[in-house]
């Protein structure tokens, strides 16, 4: 046996072997989780190595103030409201005696909300439309925030008057750093994200090793580069020397993309950010400029906003530190499925609750 069919054999009988203390990691990317959950590599993995999911899904550690304030510009005549497919059927706040409320129903009833498949796709519908407001949800990580900010650029270049953008962008630095120093898990290490590593390169997760002695690994989406990662964990906890491995070399440089980390902080700067289920992480958020005031959504258009009330018995705060299996929840797999879901872990195609109702059956790892 030889190749890669050898080599996924070696790495996963190299797992299998594990003799070191127990260890917990953590994976921080959406597209992880699902991978995970697809090759089934919890199943294999011995009882002294724990793989735990984070918020490594941006549409569901959005939190649900922010649904609520997307769903109250649905509802203005004025705006068209433009969006990614993924926010569509987020639950806003839960009401006694109201359905709950999204952006799908919002459409039902009569709003304009229309789904895009980029922030410049938005930009063209404020061009055709130069006489309504065009709103675009501005959520994601590193990843999605440079083409907001080069959309941003052009609306400014374009003098787009009637167009803005409602921002949710996170960093996941800051969010690792908030999970790291928590009691609650005792994490030995993380498996990077790998797209937001292509624009943010190898630096950003150094302290994690250098200042708080946790292993951090990038990888790859396949089986082999998610093994790989692993495997290179668990040899800096063996050798007692965590660093930074670059288990994605193909698609991540040690420098990431200058280029694109350049464009957000143009047009974007760090601020204090809620997320759902951490709270408030302090840098984690980019809130526009001041000179991107005109474009800032939140502050072109003024709406009243109900107190911000998760779904009752939702457990997806807790599934986004990693404190429970999705299935622990009460509502997963009965009130909460992907056809009718409850939170937004069960919504997003890379939510943890989804990965594990799709790939697995209640009661696996």
Known sequence: MGGLTGEIGALRQRIADWQGPPVTFMEVCGTHTMAIARIGLKALLPPSVRLVSGPGCPVCVTPVGYVDHALALAERPEVILTTFGDLMRVPGSAAPGR?????????????????????TGALDVARDHPEREVVFLGVGFETTAPVVAATLLAARRMSLANFSVLGAHKTIPEAMAALASSDELGLDGFLCPGHVSVVLGEAPYRFLADE?????????????????????????????????????????RPDGNPRARAAIYEVFEPEDCRWRGLGVIPGSGLG????????????RFDVELPDPVEPRGCRCGDVLRGLVDPADCPLFGRACTPESPVGACMVSSEGSCAARFHYTRRGEG
């Not at 690994?217 to 906890?237: H, K, N, S, Y």
């Open 99 to 119: 359905p709950p409320r999204n952006l799908l129903r919002v459409k039902a009833l009569g709003g304009d909300v229309r789904v895009v498949y980029s922030p």
């Open 212 to 252: 708080l002695g946790l292993a951090c690994a990038i990888g790859g989406f396949e089986a082999v580069e998610v093994l790989r990662a692993l495997v290179a964990l668990l040899d800096q906890v063996e050798s007692g020397s965590p660093t930074v491995d670059n288990c994605y070399p193909a698609a991540v």
């Open 288 to 299: 526009h400029r001041p000179e991107f005031a005109a474009w800032d959504a939140s502050q």
